[in-house]
């Protein structure tokens, strides 16, 4: 019975239009000063978003967002694009995050998760995992894992959307 | 649980006919998969499993139209790899919601997450790849009545496997941005913001010796100050008289929590600085329960949390019976073209944390209901952890980057793997990692990391000393291969010899957009594997993994 409920809930998920981008889910966050900030207040005058899930003790995480910001000058100039990077940190490294972001001297907008609720609410198992959002904010390609380079597709995604 | 599912089951179907507004809602959803044999390994003590194969797997569903969403999670362990609780065995769907924000009025029914400040006295969250999910199932709301205050509520029970806990959990938590309340503040150049949190556990008492209290409280403040580049947190918590442990001693003392950090940073340099102390703090769903069974709250590890795999071999664990510790982090970036920086700048971080007991030991431990520990003894008190670590970072050229790394750390091995009182490993880590750019989109990164144990009397000399290295290749977006050798020249532990061994390991993952597949062979030491403080024990293990990751 429970099966045949959770079968017949996914059969008719599935005849919702699929077509459609997916919009950016609304969830509360965290500014690195602890005030809280909704998603939907997200906005970049109709340019592309990135919107990049790290940590501080995360890796390629850290590895993505530096090697990003020797070239997002150059994004910036080019397509408009803005980057927000979304710390997973929990409140064990949530104080580390404002430093970590200064003296890496990344000029991305930052904001904290600390319970996973936007990382739920956005289908993230794992960190990095990044999101391209174009001009209606809605989701139109997403990337898990980094590898030196990756940016570079990253980056032919964003000039599609704003050509 | 089942007319739950029936009744989100309903909810999708008036979406799909009733076109109130012209949007249609949309589906999201995850898929996780790992799955691992079992050989028989002797030589490394690794045991073989009837079933050859292990399997963990869930995939969350969500559905979102408007202000309204819901959805499901799946999860199936058959069987549940090792390391994890075999209690998890079996297949079942433990995690399904429905929620929706009416004029502001945010209303959850059925399974959530949530967290009231730092966590000290209520976070309900998840961490798959250590097995905890202490979800809640009950009813929560979320109503901002004017501008800068918000208040949360919920009533729930918490996930214990496949079942839930006896405990009915009540919470409250309200938080005021005062900078947004009040109009005069609005163009302070301080921020203030103040919390507070109350959570009440009501559990039968059918303990036929003591006279247990059925309800069992705990409340939080907090506040968090900002001005320019200082920024200050604190939060205390205390919890009423809980019976701790197995409950021998009629013992119900009460417990608190204390932590604190002030941090300063401007572009380049980060400074952070961080206290905590702990004592009798341990607090769940149901009286004695033990291990990551029904955790209601949270204690922050107060140390730093390495990535490297030798930097992460002896790892803290906060002790929530009771410690004090303390912390401090500088991070600072040498500019480009200064004389320490080169061309591209040098990044350095140092950080030091040590953490001990409490002086005479915690509330809880006494048979004295009445003794409370000193609030600050440091000196001669027993030494659970010290971490001193450097931090280098630098990029040699166009095609080169340098990573070096040095710990120093004291592990109280009895302590933090559960023991009374014992002695410690002292352990000085040294690790390189070289990476080298052939073309744009090809990398090779090496790792060689070095573990050295103190050889003297007066420490553990545990496993010995440890060598590994690892080559990775990748190849842009979609190709990588790694080869991992750690090595343990061999070592004596209770009166039992082990040989030297290279636990070798080789891997190679395939990624396009989302999903992504990672297939391994090879040896997997015995460990500890730590996320957020929180840590699980890896037995030794030989055989395939494969693990395949999924979302839309």
């Known amino acids: ?163 | 649980m089942r007319k739950l599912t029936f009744i989100i089951a309903c909810s999708f179907i008036p979406f799909l006919t009733w076109a109130q507004d012209n949007s249609s809602g949309t589906v999201q959803g995850d898929f996780n998969l790992s799955t691992q044999s079992y050989y028989e390994d002797p030589a490394i003590n690794a045991v073989g499993v009837d079933e050859f194969i292990l399997m963990n797997a869930y995939s969350n569903i969500r559905y979102t139209k408007g202000n309204f969403t819901a959805g499901v999670r799946f999860e199936s362990y058959l069987n549940v790899l090792q390391g994890f609780e075999s209690n998890f065995n079996g297949n079942g769907i433990p995690y399904r919601f429905a929620q929706y924000n009416v004029n502001g009025l945010d209303i959850t029914v059925g399974n959530f997450y949530e967290q009231f400040g730092n966590g000290l006295i209520f976070r309900s969250y998840e961490e798959k790849t250590l097995g905890i999910d202490n979800v809640m199932d009950g009813v929560r709301l979320k109503y901002s009545p004017l501008k800068g205050l918000s208040l949360k509520g919920f009533v729930a029970t918490q996930r214990l496997f496949w079942e839930q806990g006896p405990g009915i959990i009540r919470g409250f938590d309200a938080e005021l941005n005062l900078n947004d309340a009040i109009s005069s503040l609005e163009n302070s150049k301080t921020n203030a913001i103040l919390g507070g949190s109350f959570v009440s556990r009501f559990e039968e008492d059918n303990n036929p010796v003591f006279n247990l209290p059925e309800n069992v409280a705990a409340y939080a403040i907090r506040t968090t100050v900002n001005r320019g580049k200082i920024s200050f947190n604190s939060e205390y918590a205390y919890k009423y008289n809980d019976p701790a442990g197995s409950v021998t001693y009629n013992n119900y003392a009460p417990g608190n929590a204390l932590m604190t950090n002030i941090s300063y940073s401007q572009r380049g340099l980060g400074i952070v600085l961080e206290a905590h102390r702990v004592d009798n703090m341990d607090y769940r769903s149901k009286r004695g329960a033990t291990g990551k069974e029904l955790t209601l709250n949270y204690i922050p590890a107060i140390s730093k949390q390495h990535a490297y795999t030798l930097a992460a071999f002896y790892p803290f664990a906060t002790q929530p019976s009771g410690e004090l510790g303390f912390q401090g982090e500088i991070n600072y970036t040498f500019k480009k073209k200064s004389k320490l920086g080169g061309k591209y700048g040098t990044q350095v971080a140092v950080n030091y944390s040590r953490i001990n007991a409490l002086n005479g030991g915690p509330s809880e431990l006494t048979i004295n209901r009445d003794h409370s520990p000193a609030f600050f003894s440091v000196a001669n008190e027993e030494l659970y952890f010290r971490d001193l670590n450097f931090d280098i970072k630098k990029k040699i050229s166009k095609k080169v980057k340098l990573m070096l790394n040095y710990l120093d750390v004291i592990y109280n091995k009895d302590v933090i793997e559960g023991k009374i009182i014992g002695k410690n490993v002292h352990a000085r880590i040294g690790i390189a990692e070289v990476n080298y750019k052939l073309k744009p989109k090809h990398t090779i990164r090496s790792e060689f990391q070095y573990l050295s144990v103190d050889k003297s009397d007066e420490y553990y000399k545990d496993q010995g000393d440890w060598v590994m290295g690892l080559v990775e290749y990748s190849f842009s977006p979609h190709w990588f291969f790694a080869f991992v050798d750690q090595y343990n020249g061999g070592y004596t532990s209770e009166g039992k010899s082990y040989d030297a061994v290279h636990y070798l390991n080789i891997s190679c993952g395939y990624t396009k957009g989302t999903n992504r597949f990672e297939l391994g062979y090879g040896k997997v030491r015995e460990g500890i594997f730590c996320v957020g403080g929180v840590c699980r024990n890896v037995p030794s293990s030989n055989g395939f993994t494969l693990n395949i990751t999924s979302s839309f």
């Open chain 1, 1 to 163: 019975m429970k099966k045949f409920l959770l079968i017949s809930a996914l059969i008719s998920i599935n005849f919702i239009a699929f077509s459609q981008n997916r919009a950016l889910p609304k969830v509360d966050l965290k500014t690195l000063d602890n005030n809280t900030i909704n998603t939907s207040e997200f906005d970049n005058d109709g340019n592309p978003i990135v919107i990049s899930f790290w940590a501080t003790w995360c890796k390629p995480c850290v590895k993505e967002l530096t090697n990003i910001a020797e070239v997002y000058e150059d994004w910036q100039d080019e397509t408009g694009v803005k980057i927000i990077a979304i710390s997973i940190d929990d409140a064990r490294n949530m104080s580390k995050v404002k430093p970590k972001v200064n003296a890496e001297m990344w000029d991305y907008e930052v904001y904290c998760d600390p319970n996973g609720d936007l990382k739920r609410a956005m289908g993230v198992g794992s960190v990095p995992h990044t999101f391209l959002l174009n001009e209606n904010k809605e989701i139109v390609y997403q990337h898990t894992g980094y590898k030196d380079g990756d940016e570079y597709d990253l980056f032919k995604k964003i000039e599609a959307l704003v050509k």
